[in-house]
């Protein structure tokens, strides 16, 4: 299986292809109640002009993806999470807004490959933190490559996803 991680899509077509997986991943009850949902948020990402987006592509279908930049509506709330494990909160820091791979793609590297070209463009954006919040334990394969690739937990933060459920902030000094 040779997958090509590119900046970006190929085609403008596949960015339907990664709003389904959005909506297929994140649907509801924590998440997306619609496509439409979908859509509007993987827009309103990919209207920053700061965020980056990293697809991993297997020939021409995209079979995961990242979406990451600098923090806007979770600012405060990695902020809150750095001071209460006394970690200094860099303001240029960076986010990882969402990561996902395929479910017949995932346990094969994709997502760690993924990860790491985030944490790769991060340190090119200048930053010297990568804020991510994540499910822990059911659901919660993030978590896990999180740790795997340096991460550190800052603690759990109440409310985070759509339902009240609670997230899990992480953090990687790069
Ligand atoms: C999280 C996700 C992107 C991981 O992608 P992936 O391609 O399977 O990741 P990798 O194969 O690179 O695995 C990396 C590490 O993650 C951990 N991991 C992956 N799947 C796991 C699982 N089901 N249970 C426990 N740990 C798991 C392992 O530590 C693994 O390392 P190892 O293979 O050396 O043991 C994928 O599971 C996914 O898309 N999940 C649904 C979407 C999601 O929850 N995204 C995060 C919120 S934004």
Redesign the pocket.
Known sequence: MAIELLEGIKDESDLELIIDMEFS??KNPSGHKSVADARKLIRHLLGYPDNSLVVAYDINDPV?FSIYGPPFLEDELFRGAALQSNIRYDDNCNS?S????LPE??????????LQKVIEGSKENGTSQLY?T??KGK?G??Y??F??LGFKELGTIGGVYCDGTSGIVVVKEI
């Open positions: 991943f994140f995961g990882v969402v990561i996902a791979v793609y995932r346990k094969k590297g994709v997502g760690t490959d993924l991510a994540c499910w659901l394969e993030s896990y490559l740790k795997k």
